[in-house]
């Protein structure tokens, strides 16, 4: 699939069918993700691949927000994508390199989720990045490594359904010229 064929027909799937996926699947979508752009190629994205049903049962019931309970109990892999902390904006002292501060690190793992999604449905996986949970919970049930903060959980599987593409805005409201 080329690329902005995958841009435009990658939805956020919210119900999977049953069927496993791999390891080495999810291994080469990570693989591929590590080519995601970076903040003077940090690659502070880290992944953590979730098929333990126990624990995502403990992070759907304790964490999450009634909808998106649904959505894990469906998924057959849930992934938590982590940032390694100070590194993405930040110099070698340890000082921010811009005043934007510390915001370089949401942005990073932003790109690699974004690339780890469009990976995943240019082999025919959905996927939707989550939010709306009590990320606090979510680290301590992941036993998230010290110097490492969780950013977005995914459910990854391949799609139960098919949802039209949402409208989007005109690019006379998106863009400006100077």
Not at 161 to 176: C, G, I, S, W
Request: aromatic share 6%; with cysteine.
């Amino acid at each position: 699939m080329d690329a902005v064929t995958c841009i435009k027909t990658r939805r956020s799937i919210r119900e999977f069918k049953p069927q496993k996926v791999s390891k080495e699947t999810i291994e080469e979508l990570v693989q591929v993700s590590a080519f995601a752009p970076s903040w003077k190629n940090t690659q502070t994205t880290r992944y953590i691949a979730i098929t333990d049903p126990e624990t995502k049962s403990l992070l759907a019931e304790q964490c999450c927000a009634e909808h998106n309970q649904g959505i894990i109990g469906s998924a057959p892999i849930l992934v938590a994508t982590t940032i390694v902390e100070k590194r993405s904006g930040y110099e070698r002292d340890g000082s921010y390199s811009t005043v934007r501060e510390d915001n370089w690190q949401a942005f990073d793992n932003g790109i690699a989720a974004q690339t780890f999604c469009l990976a995943a449905h240019d082999k025919g996986l959905g996927t939707v990045i989550m939010g709306l949970y009590d990320i606090n919970k979510a680290e301590e049930i992941l036993e998230i490594p010290e110097g490492q903060i969780l950013m977005a959980l995914i459910a990854v599987g391949y799609p139960n359904q098919e949802p039209a593409a949402p409208k989007r805005k005109p690019v006379e409201d998106l863009l400006t010229f100077r």
